[in-house]
């Protein structure tokens, strides 16, 4: 994948994109307001507007047991999950294959009313991180999701709208092995997920109605995907 012409926009978001994740919602800037909170996920959002358009980044932080980062991150990145967890998802088509942890999609999502349809491409990187931290800790897993061009697809074209998006998730596996030396289950798993989101919805949509969508579809997205990969993986074994 070194050679390929993406290849150096992926390095540099992805190391963007990774740094801004591990930063604390203090170290992140100012006015972020936490939005939503359920259990151990909250959600934090600031107020953003390009050319009048609202792009609210959003940055969500979770904690789930019994599943590791590797599960989160797998599920999150192969499309052949993706129908099951993606509600809004109407046609995801796989453009090209970079490689075996850079895949370049097509998506059209359902209508939302009164939106109208939307569309996205952008190229998904999986990556596995040393942690730095915690040298003998389990690795951090990633996946970052950006929008690109494409020749055979431009934006705008069909009845679509383009939206165009930057998604970082980034999970960190917690291991709190049995005192009595019996082997590691479930149980002695956790993953501290965080994902951060920015996504421009294109063409016009009134803000409000926007941020409506934004505060009601997020947290039930975070909610239904980690709920999908614990049940996906409750009985297999562990993906560290
Ligand atoms: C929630 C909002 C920001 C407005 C939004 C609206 C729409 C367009 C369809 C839609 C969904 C919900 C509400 C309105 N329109 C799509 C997305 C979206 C698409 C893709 C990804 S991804 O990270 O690539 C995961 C793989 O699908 C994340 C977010 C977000």
């Known amino acids: 994948a070194s050679q390929h012409r993406l290849w150096p926009e992926i ?3 992805v190391k963007q994109q990774v740094a ?20 151990e996920m909250k959600m934090y959002r600031r107020e953003e507007e390009i050319d009048g358009m609202v792009v609210d980044p959003l940055k969500a932080v979770h904690v789930v047991k019994g599943i590791t980062g590797h599960e989160v ?42 939106a109208s349809q ?11 991180l040393p ?12 996946v970052v999701n950006n929008s690109t061009g494409h020749p055979d697809h431009p934006a705008n074209v069909g009845k679509c709208v383009r939206i165009f ?3 970082c998730l980034l999970c960190q596996t917690r291991v709190n092995p049995p005192k ?7 149980e002695n798993v956790s993953c501290k997920i965080t994902y951060c989101s920015v996504v421009n919805p ?36 562990i993906m560290f």
């Open 11 to 13: 390095e540099k978001t």
């Open 20 to 39: 801004m994740a591990r930063m604390g919602i203090g170290e992140c800037g100012s006015g972020w307001q936490l939005f939503a909170e359920d259990g």
């Open 73 to 114: 991150c797998h599920h999150f990145f192969s499309p052949q999950y993706r129908y099951d967890w993606e509600t809004t998802l109407e046609q995801m088509t796989v453009l090209e294959t970079i490689s075996d942890d850079t895949l370049l999609f097509l998506q059209t999502h359902k209508r939302i009313w009164p």
């Open 118 to 128: 939307r569309d996205v491409v952008f190229w998904s990187h999986i990556r596995k």
């Open 131 to 142: 942690n730095d931290q915690d040298r003998d800790g389990p690795d951090i897993w990633t």
């Open 165 to 167: 998006l930057t998604v």
């Open 180 to 186: 009595d030396g019996t082997p590691l289950s479930r």
């Open 202 to 237: 294109g063409g016009w949509a009134p803000a409000s109605v926007l941020r409506a969508v934004y505060k009601r579809e997020y947290p039930k997205f975070l909610k239904r995907f980690t709920a999908y990969v614990t049940n996906q993986t409750k009985n297999k074994p």
